[in-house]
């Protein structure tokens, strides 16, 4: 579903962010990004959601190939990508139905579509009953669901979280990796970037780590089946 094969990313002569990072993430696998602050996890994250390109090698999302994809095709690739972040990234002017629905206003989808995909991802991360609220009446971990229900309600193959728990304690930090076992349960590639090694070792899953944007640990893929293409 992502592999990046010998994927390098250079901003200038004097700043390489990746060099030669290779991994293959398959279909409903979840696993951890980890390493130093400037490791390059930022970076990796950008290229999946093509926000950059890399500079050299190649890397594939859901059977695209990312590197010489048209601009006018990146919209397409970004609905197939959800992203969860750690400051939510909220606007405290619409509801939390309003800010669930807007992947969805922007796909051009149909109220009535609109009504129940919103409805079911706020039932999924247990918010049904506060979707008249402003996200500014909720809890920090409250918020943060909203921002997981805001990055599934369109379904999309791959889930991308960037420090998702690094405001929670550790209470809440488990509720939200519990959702998140959830959806790779259900297909959805998650790749998680974190610096909570403590949240890493309880979970047990696949680690990435990266070391001056180097992948100095689980790049080897498990064995292949994932689904090629969207």
């Known amino acids: 579903?992502?592999?990046?094969?010998?994927?390098?990313?250079r901003y200038d002569s004097d700043h390489t962010a990746l060099r030669q990072v290779n991994f293959h993430l398959d279909r409903g696998e979840l696993a951890?990004?980890?390493?130093?602050?400037?490791?390059?996890?930022?970076?990796?994250?950008?290229?999946?959601?093509?926000?950059?390109?890399?500079?050299?090698?190649?890397?594939?999302?859901?059977?695209?190939?990312?590197?010489?994809?048209?601009?006018r095709q990146i919209p397409y690739i970004r609905r197939h990508i959800g992203v969860v972040f750690q400051n939510h990234q909220l606007l405290f002017?619409?509801?939390?139905?309003?800010?669930?629905?807007?992947?969805?206003?922007?796909?051009?989808?149909?109220?009535?579509?609109i009504g129940r995909r919103v409805r079911?991802?706020?039932?999924?991360?247990?918010l049904l009953n506060k979707e008249k609220m402003n996200p500014l009446q909720l809890s920090g971990g409250e918020q943060q669901r909203v921002g997981i229900a805001r990055a599934v309600v369109n379904k999309p193959p791959v889930l991308l979280a960037d420090e998702p728990t690094g405001n929670l304690d550790p209470e809440l930090s488990?509720?939200?990796?519990?959702?998140?076992?959830?959806?790779?349960?259900?297909?959805?590639?998650?790749?998680?970037?974190?610096?909570d090694i403590a949240l890493i070792n309880e979970m047990g899953r696949r680690k990435l780590t990266l070391d001056?944007?180097?992948?100095?640990?689980?790049?080897?893929?498990?064995?292949a089946g994932g689904a090629s293409g969207y």
């Open 32 to 71: 951890f990004l980890t390493g130093h602050s400037g490791a390059g996890k930022s970076t990796l994250l950008k290229l999946i959601m093509v926000m950059e390109r890399p500079t050299a090698g190649e890397l594939i999302v859901g059977g695209q190939r990312l590197n010489s994809l048209p601009r």
């Open 93 to 113: 002017d619409r509801t939390v139905f309003d800010n669930v629905a807007m992947p969805l206003e922007v796909m051009g989808a149909s109220p009535n579509d």
């Open 174 to 195: 488990a509720d939200i990796m519990h959702l998140f076992t959830e959806f790779s349960q259900v297909g959805v590639t998650v790749l998680i970037a974190t610096h």
């Open 1 to 9: 579903m992502i592999e990046f094969r010998q994927v390098t990313k």
């Open 212 to 223: 001056h944007g180097q992948l100095i640990a689980g790049g080897h893929a498990p064995a």
């Open 120 to 126: 079911a991802a706020l039932d999924k991360v247990g």
